[in-house]
Each structure stands twice: as C-alpha cells, then as structure tokens.
Nanobody
Framework: VQLQASGGGLVQAGGSLRLSCAAS????????VGWLRQAPGKEREFVAG????????LYADSVKGRFTISRDNVKNTVHLQMNSLKPEDTAVYYC??????????????????WGQGTEVTVSS
C-alpha cells in the first residue's frame, strides 16, 4: 500500500484543518488506518485510528472531541478533520496502514505501511 498524506499547513489556534491520506496498491479496505504525529523533540504518538470497515474509531485523549477520523473505501482515502486546534497540536502528521487491529490504545502498533508526513503548525 502506498500512502500519500496531505492537507497540512499553518493555522491559528482555534482554527481547523482537514488532513487526507490517499492510498493506492493493495486492497485498501483490508487495512486499518491511523494518524500519528511527531512534534519537535518528542516521540511519535498515536492520534486516531479507524478500522478497515470504518466501523470502529479510536482517539487519543488529547484530541478526543476535537478530531474526527473517517474513511471512504471507494475513493481509498482517510480524512482527519481537526477542529479547535491548539498550539500543542503542532507536529508532523503521518498516516499509516495496518493489516489487522490497532487495539484498544493505538500504542505499540507495528504499522505495515507509512505515508510521508504533512506538517501542521498552530500559532497562538
């Protein structure tokens, strides 16, 4: 699976951005997809995940209620709608695909495929 992330940019605190992850290659609908982010000087962290069917979503506590993950298995895309952005959301965001389940926390997952990052900067 090849993944292409896009949609990052510079936004003021309180604003919104919509990230997209476009997939090609293997049967996209077989894969769970996640968004992870890495801020400067910090470890990469799980942000949100969606199951292969789209029926199960998981969010990190830090983004719950502000971010929404969705997928379209016809268009082979996954979106991350990010609202009420905060400066601490500033990071490079990556999408990743997994043939399996991301579990109950999204941590410690051995993602099979990664996209390149898209940078999100939230100014205060």
């Amino acid at each position: 699976v090849q993944l292409q992330a896009s949609g990052g940019g510079l936004v003021q605190a309180g604003g919104s951005l919509r990230l997209s992850c476009a997939a090609s290659g293997h049967t996209f609908s077989d894969y769970a997809v996640g968004w992870l982010r890495q801020a400067p000087g910090k470890e990469r962290e799980f942000v949100a995940g969606i199951s292969s069917s789209g029926g199960n979503m998981l969010y990190a506590d830090s983004v719950k209620g502000r971010f929404t993950i969705s997928r379209d298995n016809v268009k082979n895309t996954v979106h991350l709608q990010m609202n009420s952005l905060k400066p601490e959301d500033t990071a490079v965001y990556y999408c990743a695909a997994l043939l399996g389940s991301f579990g109950k926390t999204g941590w410690g997952v051995r993602w099979n495929y990664w996209g390149q990052g898209t940078e999100v900067t939230v100014s205060s």
